[in-house]
Structure formats: C-alpha cells, structure tokens
C-alpha cells in the first residue's frame, strides 16, 4: 500500500506539548509500523522562544507564530495545547475552517464551546478529537464514543481531579490538614501554584460536562453543575469517615434522570469496598453505571505529559486514520438532545455533619426535633469526642430530599448550643 | 445524509446470541439515532428450532441452516456465536471469503487462530472484531488497538475469569471451601456444570494471548503459556494472605521481557493495596503497566448475556461504520512480530508456601538448609497452628529464580517430617 505522510503542526510548547514531542521522537517509528501510513510532526508553534529552544528538533520546524500552522496547506492535523478559552477557540476554528483536523486536550473550552466546534467540524469535513481533555492518559472518551454505542449509561462517577484526591489520600494515610497536603502536592507538582480550579471544583466539572454530553447523549451545560470544592473537608471527618467504612472522594457526578441531568461536583462519602475508595493519591478514575454492562470501571493517570502526550498522539492517529481512508467525519458525534436540569435541592441523598455542640441537656433533642421537623430521619449519631467544654457529634441522616434537609441544617444553626458550622458531606448512594 | 442500512446476520442463538437479539430489539433505533446508517438484524440461524422460537424476531428472519446467512449477499456483517474451534473457524472463513465483515466472542478460536483470520480478512478487505472475547463487557480490546498506540505496554495483569474470581471471594469473605464455592457459583450461573476450562485456567490463558499480541505486537502462543488452575489453593491459604496483606486472585500475566515474551496464568498473591485486590466477585479487570501512561486498569463484567451483547453491537457499528465509509480494513492491526517465550523457570518471584510438618526438633533448620543450599532465601517463616500432631508452617521467600525454588522444593518434600505437598502460590511481584 502506497505510504500516505501525514503531517502534524502542533501549537503550544509548554510542559504537555514538550511531551508529546518527546514521546513523538520515541515511539514514531513503532507508531507507523503499527498504521499504515506516517505521521510526520511537521511544525511546533509558541511564542516563547525558550520553550522552543528545549525542543529536540530541526530548526526550520520551529515558529513563533501559530499563523504558520495554520496557513500552511501541507499541515493535515492541528494539535492545540495552549488551554484556556481564547485564542485558543479563535486558533480552533480557523483550523477547522481551513479544513485540518483538530487534536485538543483544552477541557475548560469542550466544555463550554465544544458542541459549537463539533458542528464547525462538521461543516468542514473534519473532525475535532479530545481524549486528553478527560482522565489525562485514562482510555475514556474513546470508550463512551464507540464502546458504549449500545448501551445506556444511567451515571457517571469520576475522580476527575488529581489534586484533590492526592490532598485527601495524604490527609486520610498521613493525617496532614488539608493546608498541609496541599502544600505538599504543590511541592511535589500535582497541584499548581494557583490550585483554585482543583481545589474549587471548577476543574472536575469541566471534565464532568465533557463526560455527561458523550454518555448521555444530552446537551450539559457548564452553568447548571452544582459545584463544592474541598476546603469544608477536614481531617477529622476523614478520619470518622473511615471508622464508619467510608472514604472522602471529590466526586463528579452525572445523572441521567426523567426529569433531566443532575450534575454535580461535590465531595463524598465513598463505601470502603466501592471500586472508587481504591483509587489513591493523584490517579483519576471514572465509574460508568449503565442499562447492559451494569458497572465499568477506567483508571489510571489523570494528568501528567507523558500520559497526556500518549492520549493524544492517539487522537492524532485517529485523525490520521480519517484522513488516510478519506473517512470525514468517520466518528461523528450525533448532536446532542436539549434535556432539563435537575437542581441540588431536588435530589435525595444521606449525610455526614459534624458538629461542636454545648454538652448540656436538652441540646441533643432541640437538633433531632429540628431534623424531625423537615421528616429527615438520623440514622447514626455518634459523640466524638470534647473540645475544650463542647462536645463533637457526628450524625449521618438517612436519605432526605437536599432542600428538606437544608431547611432543617437552618433551624438546627439558629441553636445557641451549636457552636461551629457543621462540616456535611453526602454520601454516595 | 443519504442513510446506508447494514444487514447483520447472526449464527447461534443461544444466552449471548438471544442477549444481543434483545438488547438490539431494545436500544437498535438508539443505536441508528447515534450513527448516520441503520443496522438492521437481518437474519439469524440456530440448528436448535426451539432456540430460534424464543427470538422476538419475524418467522422469516430465522433460519436453522447458516449457509443461508453466509451465502446471502445483501448480508454484509455476521455475528459467530457458536463457539469452540470447529465449525467456527470454517464458518468464519466462509463469511470473510465471501466479502463480509465477522464479529465474534470466540476466544479458543481468536487465541489460536486469530492471526490467520486477520490476515485472511485483510486479504479480503474486510475484518475481523472480538471485543467481546476479553473482559466480556469491559472495552478492551479497543482500548488496546487504538489508545495505546503511542505507548509500549511492558506488563498485562488480568483477572478475566469471573468463576475462579468469585470462588476466591466467597472463600475469602464466608470461609467457603473451594468445593462449596464452586457448587454456589453453579449455582447462581457463575460457573458452567462442566467447570474445567475456568478452574485449570484454561480459559484465562485463551483471553491472555489475544491480550498479549494486541498489548505487545508480538505473536503469543497459546502452547507457550504456562498455566495453572485453581485447585490446589485453600481457605486457609487465602486467610494467611490476607493476615500478611494480600489477596488470592487468578491472574493472567503477560510480560515483554528483552529475552521474549513470559505468558503464564496462575493464582497469585496480590497486595490488599493493589487496585487488582479490590475487583470481587464475578467481575473481572485488566491492569496495564506502560511506559508513557505507567497504569492504567479497566474493570467491569468478563461476561453476562447484557454485558457481552453491548460488546458485540459496538463491534457490529465500528463493522457498520467501515463499511458506510468504506473503509476496508480501516482499523489494521499490523503483522505480529515473531518472538522467543521466556520458561516460567528462568522467571523470578516470591513464594508464599504452607507446610505441614512434624513437630519436633530439627525439622526447620532441614527446611532452611534445603532453600539455602539453592540460594532462596527466606523473607518470612510463620508457624501458624497445631492440626494434630504436626504443625502447621507459612514461608515466604525473597526473590528467587523458579528453577531455583523447584530445586529447593525437591529437597524439602524428601525431608521424612514433611507431611503433605505443600501450598505454593506465587506474589504479585
């Protein structure tokens, strides 16, 4: 068969698309053994020329100016690894339109311009591939695009976020705080330097909207996510969680309900024999419930360049792949269904809360009459231990409708005896 | 887009036959809403009337002869859920000769002859899909073809029989024997009435080598893989692990050494820590150690009509979609290298062993001197109870060739105090 060269431009040269060089010049030639024609990394674009500099790669490949990838007809696959919204959806497009293929792991732009882009794609005869935009080198998107073609997902649970679960699994082994863990993960560079996008959940629920379009088939949106990060989560609940047979997780979670999706990015209460308790320090996992399969499982390394780069070198394969057999848009995405959201209030969970109470009569029966009052119904109530003159009560709720219970959560806090906000994590049901 | 319908053919209907019947009849215009071509089940054979009569299908759709589906022009794909080497092979051949695409969940026959009939279909312009012969359910083989492309896989660990694994667990969490495990597996359908291929490990070692070409790009033998069952592991084994933190699993392992390729399936010792330790019951999970995405595990069901039949259709609309683009053979899976197989006796491993010896003064230090004179030394040396006279001993050893420990063995089992053939599983290492 006549060998067809496919030609790369990639724009971007930080820390992943160094990576995607890297392993580019290590596994090219196994990579074209194994297809049958030859990707060729043509050109690299940043505008920083030291990033370039620590490139290992001819001179003339190099450019400042992402215009020459571009607007080069030669160059069939565009990489962008700049993140953020703009330029980077600008740059997208324009790619498109000049008819190249799209390989992008820019999670926060899937997730709020992704639809638009696919229809761009269409329209174009190309196609846009983001598998690196999820679970880092995690086989993920891939699956749910083709794999579960014949199934129906019901929900979505990830561990989407490498930073804060590394932060609970040092908490929860090592009995840091939750400043401490995160000191150290930055240390150890599993966490940014400005780790507000992990910490605050923003992260997880862009992965978590990416998630839901290809599993349910439905239109997510961004702005209906319900979105907790981390910071309300201390040691000691950590700790009490696991005396109970739980672990602490930052969940993302998608239903696909009759009265539409509930998404949502919170933390949780994971039973200690769930698959997902298993997943430690920065690795990602996503556990897919569905009509067939029942319960499926992927892990793996949720970030990283050489995961990354692995992920998308595999996205430009594919892409390759269309190109080569002339495919189009040989996967395309079928335009997802406009569906209604399902607010937090609405859904039914159970709940941890921890408290500082007064150890005096009488306290104990003015909480349990607040929560009898909205029909929510303890299931466990557990005294702790004292602090100082105020005694610790840990409560786990059985399952009530959300906003009944933060009815109940007001009056509770309206007792003088109730000396801190509670801790309140849901558990995973 | 002017829309293509791809007729199917299926021959055999038994549980997996009549499951992706079902679940076609249930999902199929969900299925075509997600695709821009319609799949239509167009015919399906059994040579068991009665089979054919619980199908939910028109009368004029089933056929007793396969001939009528593999000779029908306007079929384009075939489903073989017969099983077993013969008359599949033939009847795959058959198919593929005849300019169409084969779906299958045959795993002796794809272990033992998968090469040949990759190569006859791509000298047909056709292919040959099997996502359904590893993992059942689980997305697999897919994630092997194509989002490991840019990586090199070193090591495979499956549990991918899911009778042995859930004989194991019930062994584990209710003391069951392994006779009592098994009879509750046949029970709840678990396990077949003839068990022989799951509990000698056999079908584990089928599912290995088609993992292993895919994961290495190396032509695994079948006659290569050293196996062994279940049989001779006990409650008390699995209770001594789980005391010094493991857990007892049926592994398949393959490995890509720099001498060839170590194929092996046997139980292993499994730290409770691993996310392999946490995959109960019937259900499987394949653990993949990689150069660039270093691990990466897929969990989920190794079988089940739902779980294999979702597996199927996804092979059926990948099939469908290369033939609406006409692809040919789009998704080539390149010539196999040739390798050399490592002997499991050139392996290194810890041992974990359980003796019974007589009590009495001496007896280990002729143990000891057995393992120091072939350079085993040991990690650990437990005496665990008294049953009768003799008591009742636990050794693990430190890294040692196999070859090595076999020699040890001889000599300990010809010390007279020894009084039955010892338990001896491998760690995970």
Known sequence: MAEKIVKVGLVGAGTIGKGVVDLYLRNGSAINNKVDFAVMMAKVAD?????????????????????????????????ELIGGIEPARSLIARAIENGKYVVTANK????????????????????????????????????????????????????????TNYIFTRMDQDGLSLEDALSEAQRLGFAESDPTNDVEGLDAAYKLVIMANLAFGKKADFDQVHIEGIKGVTYEDISYAREIGYSVKLLAIGEDLPEGLALRVHPALVPLEHPLSSVLNELNAVFIESEAAKELMFYGPGAGAMPTAAAILSDVVEAARCIRFNVANGVVESELQETGFVPIGALEARFYLRYLVEDRAGVFASLANAFADE??????????????????????????????FRR??????????????PSIIRLLN
């Open 108 to 163: 926060d732009l899937m997730a709020r311009h992704g639809q638009e882009l696919i229809r761009l794609a269409r329209r174009n005869k190309v196609n846009i591939f983001y598998e690196a935009s999820v679970g880092g080198g995690i086989p993920l998107i891939r699956p749910l695009k083709h794999s579960l073609v014949a199934d129906r997902v019901s929900r979505v649970l990830g561990i989407v976020n490498g930073t």
């Open 47 to 79: 505008r920083d020329r030291d990033r370039l500099q620590g490139l290992d790669l001819e001179k003339e490949k190099l450019c400042t100016d992402a215009s020459e990838i571009l607007e080069d007809p030669d160059i069939d696959i565009v990489i």
């Open 375 to 404: 029909e929510v119904s303890l299931d466990m109530v557990i005294q702790k231990r004292r602090v100082g003159d105020l005694a610790e009560v840990v409560l786990v709720t059985h399952e009530a409708r959300e906003d009944a």
């Open 408 to 421: 109940a959560l007001e009056k509770v806090t309206d007792i003088s005896a109730i000396k801190a906000n």
